[in-house]
């Protein structure tokens, strides 16, 4: 089952639930979610409960909103994980987040998706892999050796799209 993403608000909580497969092409919109919280949001929940695999792309967006939640003081909530917790664990990310269990039930305001296709963009793909790449080795120094050739080599893509525009 591939992995599906779905974004909504209220006046200021966002909940963000992440289902299936989940891969850098699924938290594409959640990374530019992530860089453009609007100043109004004071909490955020993230289900998990259906989300039955995640990549590093993946874990590394959840961390970068982990991360811009605590300079916000957002009250930011990792719901219902199940073993997605240890691979959170694995990359030591894990204390970044509030573990809880319970339903989630999505506001009336739907951010995403939208009702007008988001185009795919391969330089956009590449800028998220990298971002998300870089922030695990920053939230974890551990994680340099298993992600410095990712990095790297995401860093060339990059470059490589910015060339050829």
Known sequence: MAGTLSISRNQNSCGIILSGRVNFETVVPLRDFA???PE?????????GDCLSMDSTCMG???MLALLGIKRKLKLRLLNAGGNRQLLKGLGVEKLFKFEDGEFTPYEEILYPKAEPVKKNLQTAAETVLEAHQTLINADD?????FEAVVEMTKQDVERFKENK
């Open 35 to 37: 860089n453009n919280i």
């Open 61 to 63: 967006v959840l961390s």
């Open 142 to 146: 551990s994680n340099r050796k298993r």
């Open 40 to 48: 109004e949001i004071k909490n955020l929940t993230i289900d998990l």
